[in-house]
């Protein structure tokens, strides 16, 4: 029963990657290409798994990819500051936990990211929405059938399979092929 369970599991997962768009996925490479060389602003966010996801590709766009370059990645997880988050959730409303800090500092043309696996947490699509507005380019990335979150970003990133744990690999694994993707192609300009 293990083993089945794991060739399964394996299995659906790798149906999600090939599942995803290559077209939209090199557009993701590219909107992070030139996010760092236009030194725009990354935003990054997600609740519960995804919040780990975002807080994960931050770290490696402000580490991973930036130590030791003259030149770095500017991102910042919006759920990594979590006593401004239980402020806004406390005194104003969960809903609001991702777009207040946008109305903050973001700019247009910075680059907004979302993680849901459902597609449809409320906090993220509000900030989704006011990113749009203010003109910042938007990517979401889900599961399932991409939710609401697949229709109102710029560039949906969806990994077509029903499972939340399967949506977040996935979208853990498309990250760091990007991150691979954007250190062979940052060492080649040194």
């Known amino acids: ?27 993701f490479v590219c909107l992070l290409e030139s996010a760092y060389k236009d030194e725009r602003q990354i935003f990054l966010m997600g609740n519960g798994g995804s919040a780990s996801t975002a807080s ?59 993680f849901s696996g459902s597609g449809d947490s409320r906090n ?7 990113a749009n507005s203010q003109g910042a380019h938007t990517v979401g990335l889900s599961g399932f059938d991409g939710g609401k979150l697949a229709h109102i970003v ?15 690999d996935a979208h853990l694994i498309l990250c760091h092929i990007i991150f691979q993707i954007l250190r062979a192609r940052m060492s080649q300009s040194r």
């Not at 993220?124 to 006011?130: T, W």
């Open 1 to 27: 029963m293990i083993r089945e369970f794991f060739a399964d599991y394996s299995a659906d997962l790798s149906k999600a990657l090939s599942g995803t768009s290559l077209d939209r996925f090199e557009e």
């Open 56 to 114: 994960h590709i931050a770290c490696d766009l402000n580490k991973g990819l930036s130590f030791g370059m003259q030149k770095r990645f500017r991102a910042i997880c919006l759920n990594d500051n979590l006593p401004m988050l239980m402020a806004y959730a406390n005194d104003v409303s969960y809903e609001d936990v991702f777009i207040e800090p946008l109305k903050n500092f973001l700019r247009p043309s910075d680059l907004v990211i979302a």
């Open 124 to 130: 993220v699509l509000k900030a989704i929405q006011y």
């Open 154 to 168: 710029s560039t949906p990133i969806v990994a077509p399979v029903h499972d939340m744990q399967k949506a977040e």
